[in-house]
């Protein structure tokens, strides 16, 4: 096992006085996929949006190669290497594959856009990920089908070397086939050397891809484990708060503080 | 790697592991290409230039003076202030924003300069600069409005078109008229390029253009991509030579009927290609202008790629005011003068060009030429009418059926073009 990329130390993050995440820790490889599963308000989405500094944490340690670092911006997230995939894709759906994959980090040379270069680099990750269901690099978003959206999605995400994919739902409008493909770009991306996490409610995609499992349950990280050590049983008892791993204390079971003491 | 080739959702007949750029191919797949977007309702300009072509046709059989040289240069000349609004208001309609008050903001910012001209004596470039800054400075009042506060523009630029038509009443005086007496300043809409001045500007247009294509392939060669076929380049350039030339040959004619000859390409002519090639460098080839489009398909898409969405929006109702500026400019010094109505009538006009020219309504959709050919469509029916001695009435109900019939085919594509997604 590797060293890992990123550490999420006692993270909090509260929306006025509802306590969204209490203090989670979190530990992602290289290499690996990390599967982050947890019920509805769990906290999975704020829990990425801080690592992809759209929402920063408002308290916390985050470590990237053992170096803290604030996460405010997205600039900041993506110049670490860290790329998140939304489970919405966060596409224009009036721009062309290449335009989305470069969004926010175009190509330039004497200050306007070197168009070939950017559509060169974006076939080329393409390719590189196998990708075949995509005719042309320059259709237009709103003529892609959900698969090749979430595929441009990833590519997007990958494009620049990225480190650490983070991927929210990425088979939740996907049909049998193409959840195969999703999954198998996963698990590629994986074997690439890059840290993959995985937000999924589908528990059979978790175990079918997961090296580990995170679980979160109201704000708290109530276990992390390898596929390899636990059971589909253990994962669905933790994630609906039936089940606790040894040594774990809930901290309470409502998000929004009952008395005056917060 | 193999693992995908079992999964496939949608084999690929071809199965290569190539994946196109949509440039390849010979002139004829370029040409099904095309049609098969324009089916698919991206169809651009396409519309207004169908309506610009039976316009003419259609007005120059109905009238003996439409088609002279005379009405052609008349024309350039009425429809320049409109064709800089339309393109004004491109700049926030991309991002599916509106602005209301454009017209009365040049209005207004050439109250100030004629009052502060002519009755307070100062020079008229000082004035015309605080005529300007008056309108940056009301751009920069929306953009902070609808892009900080979070302001509908919709009801922002409302409230400044109601409040800067009495602005203008109030700097002008009511009843009050100024002339505009720099002549620097009339020659804009009187002067005219001397006759081989009108074919250096074409051959200037070719070349820019001719070399901007080479210069693209140049790029696209040495990132090993494939070009389009070099025919389709030769192609542009021949027909923009060819219907450049027409125009020009048409206003060297001597066109004027007392011994005093007039001829020539009107001065605003290149001063309004200008504008338009700066804006399309702006919009197609830069980080800013792509920003705009995105913002315009998907702003939370936007925001997610680390793109100051705020900062964007503020600079492009700052870029519409300044050019609203500009239009108010031509507007008034074709008339010659400034009242309290300045920029009035003009106002609503402007976003009818620009969706009559295919621009969308909705944002991230259509260009800077779109709301220039819209101008002319909108123009060429003020022209048309006024020949046939049509009123008001007529040309307002002509107008308005046309921008709610360019509004559908609008909304029409947009269905077609898989928009009802987002």
């Known amino acids: 096992m590797s060293q890992p990329i990123i550490e999420l130390r006692r993270v909090t993050k509260s929306f006025g006085p509802v306590s969204v995440l209490k203090g989670v820790d979190l530990t ?211 994630i609906t708060g039936t089940k606790v791993p040894p040594g774990v204390q809930l901290v309470g079971t409502s998000t929004i503080p009952v008395g005056g003491d917060a | 790697m193999s693992t995908t080739s079992r999964t496939a959702a949608a084999p690929d007949p071809v199965a290569s592991d190539l994946i196109g750029s949509g440039v390849e191919g010979g002139v004829g797949d370029q040409v099904s290409a095309w049609l098969q977007r324009v089916r698919g309702g991206d169809m651009g300009a396409l519309p207004a230039v169908g309506g610009l072509v039976v316009l003419a046709i259609l007005f120059g059989v109905l009238s003996p003076y439409f088609l002279t040289a005379v009405n052609f240069a008349n024309l350039m000349n009425q429809a320049a202030s409109l064709v800089v609004l339309g393109m004004a208001l491109v700049f926030v309609l991309l991002l599916g924003e509106i602005d209301l008050s454009a017209g009365v903001t040049g209005g207004v910012a050439m109250a100030s300069f004629v009052v502060l001209n002519i009755k307070f004596d100062i020079p008229w470039p000082l004035a015309l600069a605080a005529g300007f800054a008056v309108g940056l400075a009301t751009g920069a009042l929306i953009g902070f409005l609808v892009a900080r506060v979070g302001i509908p523009s919709f009801v922002v630029t409302l409230g400044l078109f109601l409040g800067y038509q009495g602005l203008a009443l109030l700097i002008i005086g009511a009843g009050g008229l100024y002339p505009i007496q720099a002549p620097e300043l009339i020659a804009l809409q009187n002067g005219r390029l001397p006759v081989w001045g009108g074919w250096v500007m074409l051959a200037v247009i070719v070349g820019i253009s001719g070399a901007m294509s080479f210069w693209d392939r140049r790029r696209r060669t040495r990132a090993g991509v494939p070009n389009r076929p070099i025919l389709l380049v030769w192609v542009k350039l021949v027909v923009i030579a060819l219907l450049g030339g027409v125009a020009v040959l048409i206003l060297s004619v001597n066109r004027s009927q007392s011994v005093v000859p007039v001829e020539g390409v009107p001065i605003i002519v290149p001063i309004v290609l200008a504008i338009l090639w700066i804006g399309t460098f702006v919009l197609d080839r830069t980080k800013f202008g792509r920003y705009v489009y995105a913002i315009g398909g998907n702003a939370e898409a936007a925001r997610r790629s680390g793109i100051k969405v705020r900062w964007i929006k503020w600079w492009c109702f700052v870029i519409a005011s300044g050019l609203a500026v500009v239009a108010g400019l031509f507007a008034q010094t074709r008339i010659g003068s400034v009242d309290g109505a300045a920029g009035r009538d003009i106002v609503l006009s402007g976003v009818a060009a620009a969706v009559v020219g295919g621009v969308s309504l909705f944002g991230g959709r259509g260009r800077l030429m779109h709301a220039a050919i819209g101008a002319l469509v909108i123009a060429v029916i003020t022209n048309g009418l006024g020949l046939l001695k049509m009123g008001a009435g007529v040309n307002l109900v002509v107008t308005g059926g046309v921008l709610i019939l360019a509004a559908t085919v609008d909304a029409l594509s947009r269905l077609r073009g898989g928009g009802i997604r987002s």
Request: aromatic fraction near 4%.
């Open chain 1, 28 to 238: 992602v490889t290289s290499g690996r996929v990390t599967a982050l599963v947890g019920d509805n308000g769990a906290g999975k989405s704020t829990l990425i949006k801080g690592l992809a500094g759209v929402q920063p944490y408002d308290t916390g340690e985050i470590l990237v190669d053992g170096e803290e670092h604030p996460l405010r911006t997205p600039r900041e997230a993506a110049s670490l290497g860290i790329e998140v995939v939304y489970q919405d894709l966060a596409l224009c759906d009036n721009l062309d594959i290449v335009q989305n994959m470069f969004l926010g980090r175009e190509e330039t040379s004497v200050g306007t856009f070197d168009e070939g270069r950017m559509e060169r680099e974006a076939s080329d990750t393409l390719r590189s990920l196998s990708v075949r269901t995509v005719k042309s690099v320059r259709q237009k978003v709103s003529s892609l089908s959900g698969g090749q959206r979430q595929t441009v999605a990833i590519a997007r995400a990958v494009l620049k070397k990225a480190r650490v994919v983070i991927l929210d739902e990425p088979t939740a409008a996907l049909g049998v086939a193409q959840t195969e493909q999703v999954l198998n770009l996963v698990r590629r991306l994986a074997d690439q050397g890059v840290a993959v996490v995985l937000i999924s409610h589908n528990l059979a995609d978790v175990f079918a891809v997961a090296d580990d499992i995170a679980v979160l349950y109201l704000g708290q990280m109530v276990a992390q484990v390898s596929t390899a050590e636990t059971t589909r049983d253990d994962v669905v008892g933790y």
